[in-house]
C-alpha cells in the first residue's frame, strides 16, 4: 500500500495505524488511467472481473496491517450476477480488506461519476463501503462512502462522487469490515454531467 492510501485510509479510519498490501502485479499505482490522454474519458477497468488477464487485473488488493487477516477468491457460476466475480472473506483479527483502482482523470473533467456496484453478504455483520477517494494535487483526499449492510442475495449499491475541478484521479474501493464475507460484482463507472 502506498503512503497516500495508507494516509487516506488513515483519515478515513483514524484508529488504524498501519497499512498493508497484497496486489495483483499487474495492477499499477496509477491504474488504468495511466494510459489516459487529455482526450480520453476516465474509465473504470474490468468491473465485472472478466478480463482474460486475470479476474483481479486492474485491482489492488488491500487489507489492514495483517495480509493474512482477508483472502480474496474468485467465484464462478451460480455465485455470481456475472461470471466469475470476487469474494472478500474476513478469516483475522484486522478490521478491513480491500479492492481498490485508480482511475485518472483527463484534463477536461465530468462534473462527477456515478459508481454503481452489486454487494451480496455471507455471514456479514458489519457494513460493507462503496468508497471513492478523490485525489487532488496538495491538498488531502475529498472522501466519501456509501456503506451498506448486506443482504444475502445481490443488491445494488450507488456512489455519486462530485469532482472539482482540480481533481485528478478518484480511487474507487470495495472495503470489506469485520466478519463474514462480501461478493463483489459488476462494479460500473458512468459520468456525471458538469454544473452548468
Ligand atoms: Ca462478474
Known sequence: MTLLRCLAAALLLPVLVSCTSTGSQDSSEAGPGAVATET?????????????????????????????????????????????????????????????????????????VRFVAMFRGIDADSPTHLQALVKRPGRPDDIHEAKVDLLPVFAPVTLDVTLPEDASAVEIGVVHHGQGAVVVDDVSMSLLPGQP
Not at 456475472?82 to 472473506?89: G, H, K, L, R, T
Not at 480491500?98 to 485518472?104: A, D, E, R
Request: net charge negative.
Open 40 to 112: 480520453a474519458a476516465p474509465e473504470l477497468l474490468n468491473g465485472s472481473f472478466d478480463a482474460a488477464e486475470h479476474p483481479l487485473h486492474g485491482w489492488e488488493k488491500g487489507v489492514h496491517a495483517n495480509p493474512d487477516s482477508y483472502r480474496f477468491e474468485i467465484r464462478t457460476g451460480e455465485e455470481c450476477l456475472s461470471n466469475p466475480c470476487v469474494a472478500i472473506i474476513q478469516q483475522g483479527s484486522e478490521p478491513w480488506g480491500g479492492i481498490f483502482q485508480m482511475i485518472n482523470l483527463p484534463g477536461q473533467k465530468p462534473g462527477g
